[in-house]
């Protein structure tokens, strides 16, 4: 039996309780946001309650199962996109997403928050992040719609064309045999109207559910026709003319008790890759906060952060006298079997191959990967690049990039240049990314940045005969600065959609547990694909 970690780590120390409380501060922060959200939206309740109607995040809760696991993704995407006052944005994207079970099935959940008014884009990037992790881990897609189309007076040309992708989407996920069930609140205006056009079932609320290419201004615009809205593209219409929805429920409980009936009836398959004994981390989750220097140029061992995951607090350690710099563990987490693969520093030529064969290996026995990062990019200098860092690194990347196992990947404090690419970075498709609000993200850092192009102005001024003002150079120099640190913190990332919501660290282990689950589900589930996505005739 493998021997279980001995953290080195002083939870009594002085160190430790000036990080811990350093990190909390930075979960609060999250949590305080997050809060804002919920605040905001339920100042509607009034709007919602003369209409009769349920307020988003209560209808997300009637249609989850009681008692089950909800993970929510994305919840500040939009950060200071609507307002750039930071005590003033309300991020979130105006929608709810996240994974949770209906009837016992494990579903993708897109809800409007229509008690809020928000950027269209970040709303947009959440439904189609949504719609990826539908597919990949073949998870059936439940939407409750309720949306008035684009706001034409902050129209932008690009976000139309882009918007088409949840389209496709849709058709992708139909065509593979993944279910897609649309609940219309509200108003389905212009191309909201194909989300239950491109959807396999449609329940609409009678009375308040409509969807319309065009809303009655429009058509009079383009027609001059006078049309209500019931008439033009109402929920009874719909279900008894056009034959767009299949069910018609009297209100918003009864359509998410449809809903729930829908789920059930289409047996799902429930097959699920039963994970074996899950021991206990030896040392408390709780820790992790203590643990990781809010800084992320201060060194630790990233063995003290797996020891307050893994199951046991043991595992396997890959080459660990070989390549450092990289962490390659083979451990269990919640009874699942995964490889760690984390950064004890910037990566090396030698570790670049190491992890690149610790990936092959994974690969071989079907493990999934689990990214821990913690780097500021590749080493640089005459050395390195001697030693093969361009061709060792493209090792890696070429590794990652082509996986054939399930990735997950946490950035938990610097996630710098193309380390980031290296360590699964968004643009390498991980199933999963989340960040611990403590991270860095960016090409490099701000001064190494501010440096770099000193150093190329002042060489620049040199052959032309000039001198720098030194006074010029210093702006310069801090514009650059300020340029890059704003734009590498936590919030400014799940903001614009670059990882799945930020997560508490204590959290981790829960979280990690939960979406090895979901790709183990995926793994075992066999699918009934057809060449077409399901039309409605």
Not at 101 to 130: F, L
Not at 473 to 494: C, P, S
Request: with cysteine; charged share 20%.
């Amino acid at each position: 039996m493998m021997e279980p970690f001995e953290s080195t780590v002083d939870v009594t120390s002085e160190t430790y309780r000036r990080q811990r409380e350093g990190m909390l501060d930075l979960v609060a922060q999250v949590r305080s946001l997050e809060a804002r959200v919920r605040a905001a939206s339920a100042k509607a309740r009034p709007k919602f309650d003369a209409r009769q109607q349920i307020l988003p995040r209560e209808r997300v809760a009637r249609l989850l199962d009681h008692g089950a696991p909800f993970l929510e993704l994305a919840t500040l995407a939009g950060y200071r996109q609507d307002e750039d006052d930071p005590d003033k944005t309300i991020p979130g994207g105006g929608s709810i997403i996240g994974i949770g079970y209906v009837s016992g099935v494990r579903c993708i959940i897109v809800a409007s928050d229509s008690g809020i008014t928000a950027a269209a884009r970040p709303g947009g990037q959440k439904a189609v992040r949504a719609q990826h992790i539908a597919l990949q881990s073949r998870l059936p897609l439940i939407n409750l719609v309720e949306s008035g189309g684009a706001n034409l007076r902050d129209y932008q040309m690009e976000h139309f064309v882009y918007g088409g992708e949840m389209f496709y989407n849709m058709a992708r996920l139909s065509a593979a045999g993944v279910p897609v069930i649309s609940t219309v609140h509200g108003n389905c205006t212009a191309g909201g109207a194909y989300i239950p056009g491109m959807s396999d079932y449609v329940i609409m609320v009678r009375g308040r559910g409509k969807a319309f290419l065009a809303g009655p201004p429009l058509v009079k615009a383009a027609t001059g026709e006078d049309a209500d809205e019931q008439s033009l593209g109402g929920a009874e219409m719909h279900a008894t003319i056009s034959g767009l929805a299949e069910y018609l429920a009297e209100d918003d409980a009864d359509a998410i008790r449809l809903t729930r009936e829908v789920m059930a009836s289409l047996d799902w398959g429930r097959s699920v890759a039963e994970p074996g004994h899950a021991d206990e981390p030896l040392y408390d989750p709780d820790e992790l906060c203590g643990v990781v220097p809010l800084d992320y140029r201060r060194p630790y061992d990233m063995r003290e952060v797996a020891a307050r995951i893994a199951d046991g607090s043991r595992w396997s350690d890959f080459k660990p006298l070989y390549g450092a710099d990289m962490v390659c563990l083979r451990a269990k987490v919640g009874g699942y079997a995964c490889g760690f693969i984390g950064n004890n520093g910037p990566i090396t030529p030698n570790g670049a191959t190491k992890c690149a064969q610790f990936i092959q290996l994974c690969c071989q026995t079907n493990t999934p990967l689990v990214f821990l990062q913690n780097t500021t990019g590749y080493v640089v200098g005459t050395d390195p690049e001697q030693g093969g860092m361009i061709k060792h690194g493209s090792k890696m990347i070429q590794a990652v990039s082509n996986a054939t196992v399930p990735r997950i990947t946490f950035n938990i404090g610097a996630s710098f240049g193309a380390g980031n690419y290296g360590m699964c970075g968004r643009a390498y498709k991980p199933h999963f990314l989340f960040a611990w609000p403590n991270a860095r993200m960016n090409v490099m850092g701000g001064e190494q940045a501010a440096t770099t192009m000193s150093i190329v102005v002042e060489a620049s001024m040199k052959r032309r005969g000039m001198e720098m003002d030194p006074g010029m150079l210093a702006a310069m120099k801090q514009e650059i600065v300020d340029l890059f640190n704003r734009q590498e913190d936590a919030l400014y990332a799940t903001a614009r959609g670059l990882d799945d919501g930020i997560i508490d660290p204590r959290d981790t282990r829960r979280v990690l547990t939960y979406v090895l689950s979901i790709c183990a589900e995926a793994a075992g589930r066999s699918m009934h694909p057809n060449t077409f996505g399901v039309a409605r005739l």
